[in-house]
């Protein structure tokens, strides 16, 4: 089963190395504490990780990101616009799932994360 839509962050990370660290999930897991910590900084304490994934590109090359990602025509104009917007150098995109995070945010960080919104990535 594929995502139809989609939370979609633009993000900064220093390296590949800070990605895999961020979404490192801490095995056992416990109730009381989130798997990582991007859960954390999302308000969760557990997500399905098959529906979360991000595509980092060293030299930020967001246009390689989207074709990596196969987003929709309408999913990359919209994310391209969004990106004129953005404050900081962004490498990466994080993508997940609708269902996952009810409420998703923002992340000053460092990593920094910004929601740019829920969007179509696959069915057009």
């Known amino acids: 089963m594929e995502m139809e839509r989609c ?7 220093a390296d590949r190395a800070e990605v895999d660290d961020y979404f490192e999930e ?3 897991y416990l109730e009381d504490r989130p798997i990582n ?3 954390a900084d999302q308000g ?14 060293v030299g930020g090359d ?3 990101i989207l074709d990596a990602i196969r987003a929709p025509a309408t999913t990359r104009q919209a994310v391209l616009v969004a990106a004129t917007k953005i404050e900081f150098e962004f490498n990466a995109v994080v993508v997940a ?17 910004e929601y740019i919104g829920c ?5 057009e």
């Open 26 to 28: 801490v095995v056992p």
């Open 44 to 57: 969760k304490s557990f997500y399905d990780h098959d529906w979360v994934f991000t595509e980092f590109h």
């Open 37 to 39: 910590l991007f859960a």
């Open 97 to 113: 799932d609708e269902g996952e995070f009810p409420s998703p945010v923002s992340v000053a960080g460092p990593p920094r994360l």
């Open 62 to 64: 967001l246009g390689a």
């Open 7 to 13: 939370h979609l962050w633009l993000a900064s990370f």
């Open 119 to 123: 969007h179509t990535l696959r069915g």
